[in-house]
């Protein structure tokens, strides 16, 4: 985290003395604008982990129900569709989902899910890539979800992948609404609970935010150097296209608001649906920001090396399908 701020520091401090430099100039323009895109979902994110520092195990498991289940996977999935943040505030809820007891299956589906189906990057794919389309990507992006979930599920029970250890089962005759209400009789909102929903939000998001700041300086750098124009030519709807688009989103993805234009531009300028969808999902899948981040909390290269090689597959034939019956 310190490396990546002194760079950012050398970088506008270079700027100030060099304004005539163009690539140096496009690159402090880009961390701006990246930082622009990113710091609600960030806090946003922060603020939820906070505050669920502060709710109960039980409550978790109760919501997202028994994660060796089917319907634990497809409650994880829901979840993941409708909340409404940033593929970096959503890392940071599945770090913490984790912590709380969610199994890896339905913290892996909840990932899978959620990052660019937000309400504002639907409202925003509405008016980039139509209705049909869009629509089309939410459903492709739950079945991808739920079917990584149930692989999940199957290896941890095969003993390959090694299950949540924070996971425990549920009192016996335990009650949410019970319990919610009995706990709200006697909270009184004050000044400590909220500095300490604060101190906890910072103290657990610095893992994630270290990696944010690494990736958003690579991010940087690839728009300084990289024309836009690059995606509408290479990134057609082919077999190569798709191949292309896989290698460009591992390198480039990093901020769910900023995928979607790019995601827009090879669908209609390259007249490739299944490239886009690709370009938005296996970015998810393979951004390496959210592979560090399931390496932190769940301590093993396994699990976060898992992610992108149960999903990128997937992503990949749905891909194919779409170009071809576009």
Known sequence: MHGSLLVIFLAFASYVFAPGFQPLHDFVYAIIDLAHKMWWGVLLGLTFVGFMSKIPREYFQAVLGRGDTFGGIIRATIAGLFLDLCSHG??????????????????????????????????????????????????????????????????????????????????????????????????????????????????????????????????????AFVPPEVFSNWFGPTVMGLILTLAATTVIEVCSEGSAPIAAEIMNGAGAPGNSFTFLMAGVATDYTEIMVVREFSKSWVIALSLPLITVPQVLLLGYIMNVVQ
Do not use: C
């Open 90 to 223: 959503i890392v940071m809820i599945g770090a913490k989902l984790y912590e709380r007891g969610a199994s890896l299956a339905q913290v892996m589906a909840f990932l899978i899910a959620s990052p660019w189906n937000s309400l504002s990057l639907t409202i925003i794919l509405f008016a980039l890539i139509g209705l049909k389309w869009t629509l089309v990507f939410i459903a492709a992006s739950a079945v991808i979800a739920i079917i990584t979930g149930v692989i999940y599920q199957i290896l941890v029970k095969a003993k390959i992948l090694p299950d949540n250890p924070n996971t425990a089962p549920l009192p016996d005759g335990f009650s949410l609404k019970a319990d919610a209400k009995a706990r709200l009789k006697t909270f009184k909102p004050s000044r400590k609970f909220f500095k300490e929903i604060a101190s906890s939000g910072w103290h657990e998001g610095q893992m994630l935010i270290r990696w944010l700041l690494l990736g958003m300086l690579i991010a940087a750098a690839i728009r």
